[in-house]
């Protein structure tokens, strides 16, 4: 038998309600602050992610799924989507028609790594991009944003982590100190650490090899060595995040090691996903739009993993989505009433009603059944004396109580079911 693709997930209805209400909190919240949703393809070319990415970084070199196309163009499923919203600002003028775009997305991003707990090989998430001011309340408000989502998820063990990468002249000064600090200690590295020594050193920060952990505890900081202007970007950042009641810690380690990044760094985590404990992350990306080979634009944004977000929902209990259920479900005593429980169904379900009914001819005690465990709130009854007397029975399945009304009284049965 076939089955689903190892790091792939099939989400079934039964799992649709989660999905929903964490929807709803984001698509909610995005609102409130005025952000408008984009879609962009799940596949671009390579050099776009190569070069939005850094084809230094893990994602790129190991984990991308890349192909030819027919038209002997190499293309990526996407891996993440900054750097696609980045060139939809850019293909289509968005930046020339107003200075600040506020977008936001949802959607499937594929990386080909280690499946485990909140981790797959098509994963979902939703982020949000501002881009067009360098303002530090824009880093602020994405901090923000992503703290309100998760927190009226109700989740509790969280901890923010934000700090300051700077700007790309003093962050190069500081590269040189830690090249410097860590020269004489290159081969007590672990292999993937010694091949960021080359390309990308700040990277070994990220490093969970317990020996390169030890090393980098007494490495030079760069917010030790950050320029006034960063310093003041950062104050502002961090003034905002306290006057909104948004509890953080400064994580001197947390960094970004490509060249495009500037100023703010974050991420949310949690004690309640295992090993995987970053529910988002994001950043000012200043220069991207550079290196993707546009004109220079500013930008800020973060990403959140769905999956892990309902993974840390699950374990802390804390939401219950409202389950599915039917407003009403119309059972009939004679099979010879099909059509007529067909023509109600219609009726009543373009009224915007959700509504069931048994398409397998079974028993009314079968339909009865069915009612039930679809959670119906209403049951209409169609037959006996009396659909002889031209009425039916509507049944209120929270307390038994039942309602007769004309057959062809839809107006009627509609408040009812409505209130």
């Given amino acids: 038998m076939i089955k689903a693709i190892t790091g792939t997930k099939d989400i079934l209805p039964v799992d649709m309600p989660k999905w929903h209400a964490l ?70 003028s968005l930046h020339k028609q107003q200075g600040l775009n506020k977008l936001y997305y949802f959607g499937p991003m594929f990386r080909q790594e280690r499946p485990q707990a909140g981790r797959f090989r098509q994963f979902h998430q939703f982020g949000a991009e501002g881009i067009g001011s360098n303002d530090p309340a824009l880093d602020a408000e994405m901090i923000i944003m992503a703290y309100d989502i998760i927190t009226k998820l109700g989740l509790k063990n969280l901890t923010v982590k934000i700090n300051s990468l700077g700007l790309p002249e003093s962050r190069e000064e500081y590269k040189k100190l830690l090249r410097e600090y860590l020269s004489d200690k290159v081969e007590l590295l672990s292999e993937e650490s010694r ?30 060595h950050l320029d006034e202007e960063s310093l003041e970007h950062f104050k502002l950042v961090k003034e905002i995040l306290t006057s909104a009641n948004v509890i953080f810690e400064v994580d001197p380690k947390l ?14 985590v949690s004690t309640s996903v295992g090993s995987q404990s970053a529910l988002c992350g994001g950043g000012r990306y ?69 509504v069931e009914y048994d398409y397998n001819h079974r028993s009314f005690k079968a339909q009865m059944r069915e009612a039930n465990k679809i959670n119906s709130r209403f049951v209409m009854i169609v037959g006996g004396e009396e659909y002889e007397r031209g009425e039916t029975v509507l049944k209120d399945m929270s307390n038994g109580e039942q309602f007769t009304f004309k057959i062809d009284a839809t107006t009627d049965i509609i408040k009812k079911i409505t209130g």
């Fill in 286 to 354: 200043n220069l991207l739009s550079k290196e993707i080979g546009g004109e220079e634009i500013p930008g800020v944004g973060f990403a959140a993993g769905m999956e892990r977000i309902l993974l840390a929902c699950e374990n802390e209990k804390s939401f219950e989505p409202k389950e599915y259920e039917s407003d009403l479900y119309i059972a009939r005593l004679d099979k010879s009433l099909y059509n007529v429980v067909i023509d109600n169904a219609i009726k009543i379900r373009r009224n915007n009603l959700i």
């Fill in 23 to 92: 929807e709803e909190t984001v698509r909610n919240v995005f609102s409130n602050f005025n952000y408008k949703e984009i879609r962009t393809p799940i596949f671009e070319e390579t050099a776009l992610f190569a070069r939005g990415i850094g084809e230094s970084t893990d994602i790129v070199s190991k984990e991308m799924y890349t192909f030819i196309d027919r038209s002997e163009t190499s293309v990526t499923l996407r891996p993440e989507m900054t750097a696609s919203v980045v060139r939809s600002v850019i293909e289509h």
């Fill in 195 to 224: 091949k960021r020594y080359e390309t990308n050193v700040m990277r070994i920060f990220d490093s969970k090899a317990e020996n390169d952990q030890k090393i980098m505890a007494e490495a030079p900081l760069l917010i030790e």
């Fill in 255 to 268: 960094v970004r090691g490509l060249d495009y990044y500037t100023h703010t760094a974050f991420e949310i």
